[in-house]
């Protein structure tokens, strides 16, 4: 099905059974732990060998000398897997996929230098641990602010042009009469899910099967593909549940490539988990960044001239932190640039977290609004719908947004938060030795959309079966998916049964950049409206006016049950959404607003957030208690960015020295106050059938300003040096009372 | 498989026997101790598991207020014994603002005395760590510094204690009662830990064999029961390590202080007791100028060691808050968050 058009009315705006707030029907499985992760297929491969990688202890350099002898010979090892012996491999695949232990050279620090297989883990780690290693330590680059002028304009990542101009930003910043020019720095993060990246492979012949945890199995299976130089058909992965992912698993790592190829010399299946700190320093993070930031206005506060310059750091052929690109997008103003320039850093690979771009670049921009506002004495709310554009502000009307209901994002909010309460001159608000501050941050979240293809298969007893290799990372998918199929088939959700997570099914979206439920969802429409048509036939109907309800298919008096229409062996029908220039005629975002109040102690310097509140349009909600959960999260994950996440770079030897979930701080439950998302009724038919846009990125995107912000409203401190921990704040409070 | 010899004696001088060959080490709860082992970072020959000798397990109380500790009384036990958190609320509130429910659940008193640093260095093997491997160099000096120690610290290790619960132990004279081959000892918590110098692997006075058997509090340090708290600050509400923590203990008589405690965490290699401090307040009146004053002789002699000047400051803004909070009062019940300001969140905004 391709999707060139604005959507019009369909079977899914009944909305009997999509909108509405379902439990995840995957739920009882997860909490009763049924539910098979990556490393838990214990019946698939009751004989799996166990793995253990060995990660180099340096940033760079190259192995000079290594000692397995004693490895090889302890108690149950089966194989040591190094440079020396690993089998050739191509160089690069798709999902960042890149050979394994293919030379002495250490790329950065915990990339492997050997994988010890045994009978047991405890023999693996063990054995692992016996390996001597002398390495040539050679200089490397870890310091993005001491490299930060050695960076070059990079290749576009995607759609995404390192630099854009529009108008004469030099020359309309100058002419400006209200100049705000200010730097923001973001650190190193670290996606920090529950479960590690795990693999278990599985070879019968010269075919491989790998049960693994990632976002993207179809990238995966082409990835493994290329660095194992087999055909793709021979390569099935299988990701069924995934306990988080925020991107870290977008893309195939060492566990993944190294499994596969220890499990093949063996000819026995092989399993790994990567430890928690290999997490950390062996795949990606979301890499650091400067931003610069320039916003001319009149002194009423129109913005004439925005430009964001950002500076960033990755492995050579890395990709960039898009951190300017919201920028292009949010405010009207008529001269505009954005830039983003790349250091080599020798530090271990930068890639996508959760928003990429817009969650560290909103929490540069929308606190240089904030600091605008200030400066103008605008209400901060006020600015940001004076230069409201309901058009693409870099190619004019003609590029209209397909919704986009920013402003009544921050009205709502506003209202429900109790904005008006807030003193815009900071440190006027006190609870006891609490200095209360409010804030407020805009979000924006680019709406992407990936072609996606689904079955659905209906059989005897009535039950619909939609397949696919889409993924749930614990984000409800498999509950959209039911949702989606029942509301097209006319069934109650339990007729559903919903497989995903499966190369071999027909292959999905996957999980990333927000696009997953609106764009595999679509898929699922687009299958379920082809097994309509079939049915429809079938029963003798004319297809266009059946009624598909109470699991029958009606015209007029005429009714039939669906199960009459299935063939003993079941109906299966296959399509694919694709999707067509719709978002090239139109800007495709999703828009929020945060507002945030927290307690700076006096003393102390501590923030605590007391209230947080987001405001998202986000097209269609497809199931409000899903979509509530995921902004949650990312307002959650938004905190963290603010006040405490930070990899912390050890600039001598070039790694994350903080490499534990005891030391790299995200929030507890502790940290979290009651927190309200709103969602506001929006449907959008140019984004899909659905009419729904992405969420689950947009919950994050801005939370950082909206809490930065608050702590300066709270106590008159701007710090611009992100996570704002409390030794930024101290030196500036007030000597003790 | 790393191989290690199992021990679980059945009595504490069979334990003593055991522990005494060189490469052993004693397990209780283990919270500390397994993870160190399966990272490689420390590696046993012999673990002698005391976590079933008998007679370890309770809590005694003394006719004077005093109360004597054993060794395996599990963290949250003790927090949640009421006669203990009445008689010594300041350690029952930093017991339950350390690690997590959980942990707590399983840590045991001796346990939490004898846990190592975590500094980042010390648990990366891949660096150098005097601590780990004597010699070796310290890769902390240099490199992430912002919660390494500002007292007491040398140049072969900058490293903190991280025990909550031995902070105001210390401030309350606690005795530990150690039992080696030559017999039962008494050594003072404020004693029992060695600074750093050139030797940070040695870090307690324990020598090789000797098992704590419990921890006493003496009947004085329960005087201080109505004005004594426990406030730690820490990068997020729990779960965390602190940055700077201390316990105040006052005993008050009409406006006055009688005596005063005063320990600080998160700053040395050790729980730092300040008795300099504490007797500057002795007689002095309760109240803002006292405190400051203590809290200027407590951290006399603080060097940052790296990039955490900030932890003088902070630990001073500590001392006079939590003296300040002892000087009102022990609260009747225990703050939601335990050693937080956060308990108080609630009230009304003042427009000031």
Same mark, same amino acid.
């Given at each position: 099905?391709?999707?060139?058009?604005?959507?019009?009315?369909?079977?899914?705006?009944?909305?009997?059974?999509?909108?509405?707030?379902?439990?995840?029907?995957?739920?009882?499985?997860?909490?009763?732990?049924?539910?098979?992760?990556?490393?838990?297929?214990?019946?698939?491969?009751?004989?799996?060998?166990?793995?253990?990688?060995?990660?180099?202890?340096?940033?760079? &350099?190259?192995?000079?000398?290594?000692?397995?002898?004693?490895?090889?010979?302890?108690?149950?090892?089966?194989?040591?897997?190094?440079?020396?012996?690993?089998?050739?491999?191509?160089?690069?695949?798709?999902?960042?996929?890149?050979?394994?232990?293919?030379?002495?050279?250490?790329?950065?620090?915990?990339?492997?230098?050997?994988?010890?297989?045994?009978?047991?883990?405890?023999?693996?780690?063990?054995?692992?641990?016996?390996?001597?290693?002398?390495? #040539?330590?050679?200089?490397?680059?870890?310091?993005?602010?001491?490299?930060?002028?050695?960076?070059?304009?990079?290749?576009?990542?995607?759609?995404?042009?390192? =630099?854009?101009?529009?108008?004469?930003?030099?020359?309309?910043?100058?002419?400006?009469?209200?100049?705000?020019?200010?730097?923001?720095?973001?650190?190193?993060?670290?996606?920090?899910?529950?479960?590690?990246?795990?693999?278990?492979?599985?070879?019968?012949?010269?075919?491989?099967?790998?049960?693994?945890?990632?976002?993207?199995?179809?990238?995966?299976?082409?990835?493994?593909?290329?660095?194992?130089?087999?055909?793709?058909?021979?390569?099935?992965?299988?990701?069924?549940?995934?306990?988080?992912?925020?991107?870290?698993?977008?893309?195939?790592?060492?566990?993944?490539?190294?499994?596969?190829?220890?499990?093949?010399?063996?000819?026995?299946?092989?399993?790994?988990?990567?430890?928690?700190?290999?997490?950390?320093?062996?795949?990606?993070?979301?890499?650091?960044?400067?931003?610069?930031?320039?916003?001319?206005?009149? $002194?009423?506060?129109?913005?004439?001239?925005?430009?964001?310059?950002?500076?960033?750091?990755?492995?050579?052929?890395?990709?960039?932190?898009?951190?300017?690109?919201?920028?292009? +997008?949010?405010?009207?103003?008529?001269?505009?640039?954005?830039?983003?320039?790349?250091?080599?850093?020798?530090? $271990?690979?930068?890639?996508?977290?959760?928003?990429?771009?817009?969650?560290?670049?909103? /929490?540069?921009?929308?606190?240089? #609004?904030?600091?605008?506002?200030?400066?103008?004495?605008?209400? $901060?709310?006020?600015?940001?719908?004076?230069?409201?554009?309901?058009? =693409?502000?870099?190619?004019?009307?003609?590029?209209?947004?397909?919704?986009?209901?920013?402003?009544?994002?921050?009205?709502?909010?506003?209202?429900?938060?109790?904005?008006?309460?807030?003193?815009?001159?900071? &440190?006027?608000?006190?609870?006891?030795?609490?200095?209360?501050?409010?804030?407020?941050?805009?979000?924006?979240?680019?709406?992407?959309?990936?072609?996606?293809?689904?079955?659905?298969?209906?059989?005897?007893?009535?039950?619909?079966?939609?397949?696919?290799?889409?993924?749930?990372?614990?984000?409800?998918?498999?509950?959209?998916?039911?949702?989606?199929?029942?509301?097209?088939?006319?069934?109650?959700?339990?007729? #559903?049964?919903?497989?995903?997570?499966?190369?071999? /099914?027909?292959?999905?979206?996957?999980?990333?950049?927000?696009? &997953?439920?609106?764009?595999?969802?679509?898929?699922?429409?687009?299958?379920?409206?082809?097994?309509?048509?079939?049915?429809?036939?079938?029963?003798?109907?004319?297809?266009?006016?059946?009624?598909?309800?109470?699991?029958?298919?009606?015209?007029?008096?005429?009714?039939?049950?669906?199960?009459?229409?299935?063939?003993?062996?079941?109906?299966?029908?296959?399509?694919?959404?694709?999707? &067509?220039?719709?978002?090239?005629?139109?800007?495709?975002?999703?828009?929020?607003?945060?507002?945030?109040?927290?307690?700076?102690?006096?003393?102390?310097?501590?923030?605590?957030?007391?209230? +947080?509140?987001?405001?998202?349009?986000?097209?269609?909600?497809?199931?409000?208690?899903?979509?509530?959960?995921?902004?949650?999260?990312? /307002?959650?994950?938004?905190?963290?960015?603010? +006040? /405490?996440?930070?990899? #912390?770079?050890?600039?001598?030897?070039?790694?994350?020295?903080?490499?534990?979930?005891?030391?790299?701080?995200?929030?507890?439950?502790?940290?979290?106050?009651?927190?309200?998302?709103?969602?506001?009724?929006?449907?959008?038919?140019?984004?899909?059938?659905?009419?729904?846009?992405?969420?689950?990125?947009?919950?994050?995107?801005?939370?950082?300003?909206?809490?930065?912000?608050?702590?300066?409203?709270?106590?008159?401190?701007?710090?611009?040096?992100?996570?704002?921990?409390?030794?930024?704040?101290?030196?500036?409070?007030?000597?003790?009372? | 498989?790393?191989?290690?010899?199992?021990?679980?004696?059945?009595?504490?001088?069979?334990?003593?026997?055991?522990?005494?060959?060189?490469?052993?080490?004693?397990?209780?709860?283990?919270?500390?101790?397994?993870?160190?082992?399966?990272?490689?970072?420390?590696?046993?020959?012999?673990?002698?598991?005391?976590?079933?000798?008998?007679?370890?397990?309770?809590?005694?109380?003394?006719?004077?207020?005093?109360?004597?500790?054993?060794?395996?009384?599990?963290?949250?036990?003790?927090?949640?014994?009421?006669?203990?958190?009445?008689?010594?609320?300041?350690?029952?509130?930093?017991?339950?603002?350390?690690?997590?429910?959980?942990?707590?659940?399983?840590?045991?008193?001796?346990?939490?005395?004898?846990?190592?640093?975590?500094?980042?260095?010390?648990?990366?093997?891949?660096?150098?760590?005097?601590?780990?491997?004597?010699?070796?160099?310290?890769?902390?000096?240099?490199?992430?510094?912002?919660?390494?120690?500002?007292?007491?610290?040398?140049?072969?290790?900058?490293?903190?204690?991280?025990?909550?619960?031995?902070?105001?132990?210390?401030?309350?004279?606690?005795?530990?009662?150690?039992?080696?081959?030559?017999?039962?000892?008494?050594?003072?918590?404020?004693?029992?830990?060695?600074?750093?110098?050139?030797?940070?692997?040695?870090?307690?006075?324990?020598?090789?064999?000797?098992?704590?058997?419990?921890?006493?509090?003496?009947?004085?340090?329960?005087?201080?029961?109505?004005?004594?708290?426990?406030?730690?600050?820490?990068?997020?509400?729990?779960?965390?390590?602190?940055?700077?923590?201390?316990?105040?203990?006052?005993?008050?008589?009409?406006?006055?202080?009688?005596?005063?405690?005063?320990?600080?965490?998160?700053?040395?290699?050790?729980?730092?007791?300040?008795?300099?401090?504490?007797?500057?307040?002795?007689?002095?009146?309760?109240?803002?100028?006292?405190?400051?004053?203590?809290?200027?002789?407590?951290?006399?002699?603080?060097?940052?060691?790296?990039?955490?000047?900030?932890?003088?400051?902070?630990?001073?803004?500590?001392?006079?808050?939590?003296?300040?909070?002892?000087?009102?009062?022990?609260?009747?019940?225990?703050?939601?968050?335990?050693?937080?300001?956060?308990?108080?969140?609630?009230?009304?905004?003042?427009?000031?």
């Amino acid at each position: 099905m391709d999707f060139n058009e604005a959507a019009g009315t369909n079977p899914i705006d009944q909305t009997r059974v999509v909108g509405h707030a379902h439990d995840r029907v995957d739920g009882p499985l997860k909490v009763s732990g049924r539910a098979t992760y990556a490393y838990e297929f214990h019946n698939e491969a009751p004989d799996a060998a166990y793995g253990y990688m060995l990660g180099a202890g340096i940033g760079k &350099g190259r192995i000079e000398a290594l000692d397995t002898a004693a490895a090889e010979a302890a108690p149950g090892v089966l194989l040591v897997l190094t440079h020396r012996n690993a089998p050739e491999q191509g160089k690069k695949g798709k999902g960042s996929a890149r050979a394994q232990m293919a030379s002495a050279e250490v790329r950065n620090f915990d990339d492997p230098v050997a994988f010890v297989v045994a009978e047991s883990f405890e023999q693996a780690r063990e054995a692992a641990h016996m390996i001597r290693v002398r390495y #040539v330590t050679e200089p490397g680059r870890f310091d993005l602010v001491a490299e930060r002028g050695n960076a070059k304009k990079p290749e576009p990542k995607g759609s995404t042009l390192a =630099d854009t101009a529009v108008g004469d930003f030099e020359a309309g910043f100058a002419a400006a009469p209200v100049q705000l020019d200010v730097t923001y720095t973001t650190p190193d993060q670290s996606h920090a899910m529950i479960e590690p990246h795990a693999t278990l492979a599985i070879w019968h012949c010269d075919r491989l099967t790998v049960y693994t945890s990632n976002q993207m199995p179809n990238w995966a299976q082409h990835g493994l593909a290329s660095i194992l130089q087999m055909e793709p058909t021979d390569v099935r992965v299988i990701s069924r549940y995934i306990g988080g992912g925020f991107g870290s698993k977008l893309f195939v790592y060492g566990d993944i490539i190294i499994t596969a190829m220890a499990a093949r010399k063996l000819q026995r299946p092989v399993k790994m988990a990567l430890t928690r700190p290999q997490i950390f320093n062996h795949t990606s993070h979301r890499p650091a960044t400067i931003q610069r930031l320039r916003i001319g206005a009149t $002194p009423d506060g129109a913005i004439t001239a925005i430009g964001h310059e950002v500076w960033c750091g990755n492995q050579e052929g890395g990709t960039f932190e898009t951190a300017a690109n919201q920028t292009r +997008l949010l405010y009207a103003g008529k001269h505009r640039m954005t830039s983003h320039r790349l250091a080599v850093l020798d530090l $271990p690979v930068g890639n996508a977290m959760r928003a990429p771009g817009e969650a560290v670049g909103l /929490m540069a921009l929308e606190c240089a #609004v904030d600091e605008l506002a200030e400066r103008l004495r605008m209400d $901060p709310i006020e600015l940001r719908v004076m230069n409201d554009t309901q058009f =693409d502000p870099e190619t004019g009307p003609e590029r209209p947004f397909s919704s986009r209901k920013f402003v009544e994002c921050l009205r709502t909010g506003a209202d429900r938060f109790g904005w008006a309460k807030r003193n815009p001159k900071p &440190g006027q608000m006190r609870d006891g030795h609490w200095l209360i501050g409010i804030g407020v941050a805009g979000a924006i979240r680019e709406n992407l959309t990936m072609k996606s293809a689904a079955r659905v298969t209906l059989d005897p007893q009535g039950q619909v079966i939609v397949e696919s290799s889409m993924t749930d990372i614990g984000t409800g998918t498999y509950t959209v998916h039911a949702q989606i199929a029942a509301e097209m088939m006319g069934v109650p959700m339990e007729r #559903v049964i919903v497989h995903m997570g499966d190369t071999d /099914m027909p292959e999905a979206a996957g999980s990333g950049g927000s696009w &997953g439920a609106n764009s595999s969802g679509s898929g699922v429409y687009a299958a379920c409206d082809k097994l309509r048509r079939v049915l429809a036939q079938k029963a003798g109907f004319n297809a266009d006016d059946v009624v598909f309800a109470g699991g029958k298919l009606s015209q007029g008096n005429r009714s039939v049950t669906l199960e009459s229409l299935a063939d003993p062996q079941g109906l299966s029908v296959e399509a694919e959404i694709d999707f &067509g220039d719709l978002t090239k005629r139109y800007a495709q975002a999703s828009f929020g607003a945060h507002f945030c109040e927290v307690g700076v102690d006096l003393a102390t310097a501590e923030v605590r957030v007391r209230r +947080l509140m987001s405001v998202a349009a986000a097209g269609r909600i497809l199931n409000p208690k899903t979509a509530r959960s995921q902004c949650i999260g990312g /307002m959650t994950m938004g905190i963290g960015a603010a +006040l /405490m996440e930070q990899c #912390v770079v050890d600039t001598r030897h070039g790694y994350f020295v903080n490499h534990d979930l005891a030391e790299y701080h995200v929030p507890v439950h502790a940290d979290i106050p009651d927190m309200d998302v709103i969602f506001l009724e929006e449907l959008d038919d140019k984004s899909s059938p659905l009419k729904a846009k992405g969420i689950g990125e947009l919950g994050i995107c801005g939370v950082g300003a909206a809490v930065a912000n608050a702590v300066y409203n709270a106590c008159g401190v701007r710090i611009r040096d992100y996570p704002l921990t409390l030794d930024k704040i101290l030196p500036h409070l007030p000597p003790m009372v | 498989m790393n191989r290690f010899d199992y021990i679980r004696p059945a009595t504490v001088s069979e334990a003593v026997a055991a522990a005494s060959v060189p490469g052993s080490a004693y397990l209780a709860a283990g919270t500390n101790l397994i993870d160190l082992m399966k990272g490689g970072v420390v590696r046993p020959e012999r673990l002698v598991d005391v976590s079933h000798l008998p007679g370890l397990d309770g809590i005694e109380h003394f006719p004077d207020g005093g109360l004597r500790i054993g060794a395996l009384v599990r963290n949250a036990d003790l927090a949640h014994d009421a006669d203990f958190a009445a008689r010594f609320p300041a350690v029952a509130e930093a017991l339950l603002s350390g690690a997590s429910p959980q942990l707590r659940n399983a840590a045991t008193v001796g346990g939490n005395l004898l846990q190592r640093t975590r500094c980042a260095y010390f648990y990366d093997v891949a660096s150098a760590c005097n601590k780990r491997t004597p010699g070796a160099g310290c890769d902390a000096r240099g490199g992430q510094t912002r919660l390494q120690a500002v007292l007491g610290w040398s140049e072969a290790c900058i490293a903190t204690h991280p025990s909550d619960f031995c902070v105001p132990l210390v401030a309350l004279d606690a005795i530990v009662e150690i039992e080696g081959r030559s017999g039962r000892r008494d050594v003072p918590l404020e004693s029992f830990y060695r600074l750093p110098g050139d030797t940070p692997e040695r870090e307690s006075v324990l020598e090789a064999g000797e098992l704590i058997l419990a921890v006493r509090l003496p009947g004085t340090a329960a005087a201080f029961a109505g004005h004594a708290r426990y406030l730690k600050v820490r990068d997020r509400t729990s779960y965390a390590f602190a940055i700077v923590s201390a316990a105040a203990a006052l005993q008050i008589e009409s406006g006055r202080i009688l005596q005063a405690r005063l320990a600080l965490g998160g700053v040395a290699l050790k729980p730092w007791r300040t008795r300099a401090a504490e007797d500057s307040m002795a007689g002095e009146i309760t109240g803002p100028d006292t405190f400051r004053r203590a809290a200027d002789i407590a951290l006399a002699d603080a060097q940052p060691s790296g990039d955490n000047a900030f932890k003088i400051e902070l630990a001073r803004r500590i001392v006079v808050r939590a003296l300040s909070q002892a000087a009102v009062g022990t609260p009747k019940r225990m703050p939601a968050l335990p050693a937080s300001p956060f308990a108080a969140v609630s009230g009304a905004i003042t427009y000031v």
